[in-house]
């Protein structure tokens, strides 16, 4: 079976993010955004099948590309740019202890 380049790449991405929860969110975060995604039907069959995927890492995969879930909401927000105002008031919170980082 030929891998394309967006398995490939997947594949390589869960290598590397390994059990790193938060920087598996950032690979699918280029993966993904408002318009959808970049996986053919074909292409998520691949993935499912693939023993080199964890079935965590497949599993916020597919919750990722699933319109309307947290995890896709979640996704397409680290896409989004933020304004100035809006980083200085996080930075106001978390100086003040009203806020926690969150990646």
Same mark, same amino acid.
């Given at each position: ?5 967006? !398995? ?37 069959a ?15 995969? !597919? ?18 740019p ?22």
């Open positions: 079976m030929e891998r394309n380049q967006a !398995l490939q790449y997947i594949i390589l991405a869960s290598e590397h993010a390994g059990s790193d929860f938060v920087l598996w969110l950032r690979y699918l975060s280029k993966w993904v955004d408002r318009s959808g995604h970049i996986f053919s039907s074909s292409d998520i691949q993935i499912a099948n693939e023993k080199k995927i964890s079935p965590f890492q497949k599993t916020i995969l !597919l919750e990722a590309i699933t319109p309307g879930t947290p995890t896709n909401e979640y996704i397409i927000k680290l896409r989004e933020r304004d100035k105002a809006e980083i200085l008031a996080i930075e106001r919170r978390l100086r003040n202890g009203e806020q926690f980082y969150q990646a």
